[in-house]
């Protein structure tokens, strides 16, 4: 299924540089369905987790995962009847292709071969150790590993727009586990908790989230499409930090004391912070279209991806290790008061939103271009490294070990012309 969507991704990835004025229409278009099919899922979640439950000795939560298979295999209709309007290749062709790729980006290759190993046993690592301080440290150390290598070995503008996604996608940090606990903790695990039911929680909550994310999608293509990039990331995040203030309201329970229910807030407050991430998200994926070189769009497309989501998916050990440092560790353990483990939830939200601020003071790393406008020109499209600092130290490599083979041929051509001298005399 990814290997699916990256591909379409690299499809419109080549529309886009051949029509850039039309880049955030398109991609407006793309994800406004993917946010509709998207809302029949949440639409599903809630129900079939509540009423499915126990039905043939199954949970609801494994229910769930197997109404995906079927809507999963929706995507070979499409493929096999050729949607992408691919040629075939001939084993000659797809040779040459693979040759050329190795030949002349070979550091791409081997950077992509790098992300996946890193990935495989970055989760090996956390089922084995299954510690908060172990996913901590190796989760920060693999980051810098993969988004120095790649600043490294990309073209300048490319590996500069990697560390940010990357300084971007690790400070926007997600609670998780311990809201989910204290949004539907009924009332003996945590009395003064909001006691929000699956379907609440799971589809209403859901649905409003994807239904303003697709008018999110639809302002953004409408009035947005001519904004410079650094304009909109600057915007979209201090509105997304003035929102998320939400949560620590309803964690400490402010919200109840002022007067406002839970249900209210939680859907006011879903429906904003929805609104503005999805804005937010919206320029990275141009963006990340527009630098894809010619011809291997699926190949960049792809590492550019895989790298800023595996950025995202180490926030959780991140979370997680702050949650217990300050205690905030429910279990949803039956029969068991958790009230005092939601204290300092509101103070982990804070820290949280605060580190999200961080990619404010990378904007220079993206470049100043407007979303409708192409930022590769003609020529400058056709390699991923070139100008690199790996390229740049092997072409100085190259250069010294050739002044050193010359200055070698002029000192043997000297001591010929000596001993000739010699011989004469």
């Not at 989760?139 to 120095?148: D, F, N, S």
């Amino acid at each position: 299924l990814m290997g699916y969507d990256l591909f379409a991704e690299a499809v419109y990835s080549r529309r886009l540089a051949s029509v850039p004025e039309s880049g955030p229409a398109l991609v407006s278009y793309v994800w406004a369905g993917n946010q509709l099919f998207g809302l029949f899922a949440t639409l599903l979640v809630g129900f079939v987790v509540n009423y499915a439950d126990g039905v043939w000795g199954l949970g609801g939560a494994q229910w769930a995962v197997l109404t995906t298979i079927f809507t999963s295999s929706t995507v070979i209709v499409p493929a096999w009847l050729n949607f992408f309007e691919e040629s075939r290749a001939t084993k000659e062709q797809a040779k040459a292709h693979r040759e050329h790729l190795w030949n002349n980006q070979r550091a791409v290759a081997i950077l992509s071969v790098a992300v996946g190993v890193t990935a495989v046993g970055y989760s090996i690592l956390n089922l084995a150790a299954q510690s908060n301080t172990v996913s901590f440290v190796t989760a920060i150390l693999t980051v810098i590993l993969l988004t120095g290598s790649a600043f490294a070995v990309m073209k300048p503008v490319i590996g500069k727009l990697m560390l940010f996604n990357a300084i971007s996608q690790v400070t926007i940090i997600s609670i998780g586990g311990p809201s989910i606990y204290f949004f539907t903790n009924d009332e003996e695990k945590y009395p003064a908790g909001p006691h929000f039911s699956d379907i609440f929680y799971g589809s209403v909550l859901g649905t409003v989230g994807q239904l303003c994310s697709v008018l999110a999608i639809f302002a953004f293509g409408k009035f947005m499409k001519g904004w410079k990039y650094r304009t909109v990331y600057f915007t979209m995040t201090l509105m997304l930090v003035i929102m998320q203030l939400g949560d620590p309201i309803i964690f400490s329970r402010l919200n109840v004391r002022i007067g406002i229910p839970d249900h209210v807030f939680a859907v006011g407050s879903t429906a904003l912070v929805s609104a503005v991430s999805m804005i937010q998200f919206m320029p990275g994926f141009l963006i990340l279209s527009h630098l894809c070189p010619k011809n291997m769009e699926a190949t960049m497309f792809a590492l550019l991806a895989s790298l800023s989501n595996y950025s995202q998916n180490v926030t959780p050990p991140i979370a997680g290790y702050i949650s217990q440092l300050l205690g905030v560790t429910p279990r949803g353990l039956p029969g068991v008061d958790e009230s005092q483990t939601f204290d300092n939830l509101w103070i982990v939200s804070m820290i949280l939103i605060g580190l999200s601020t961080t990619s404010l003071f990378f904007l220079w790393l993206i470049p100043n271009a407007r979303m409708n406008e192409r930022i590769m020109s003609d020529g400058d499209d056709t390699s991923a490294t070139a100008s690199s600092l790996l390229d740049k130290w092997l072409q100085r490599k190259r250069l010294l070990t050739g002044d050193d083979k010359s200055a070698s041929n002029d000192k043997a051509t000297e001591s010929v012309v000596q001993d000739k001298d010699d011989l004469i005399a």
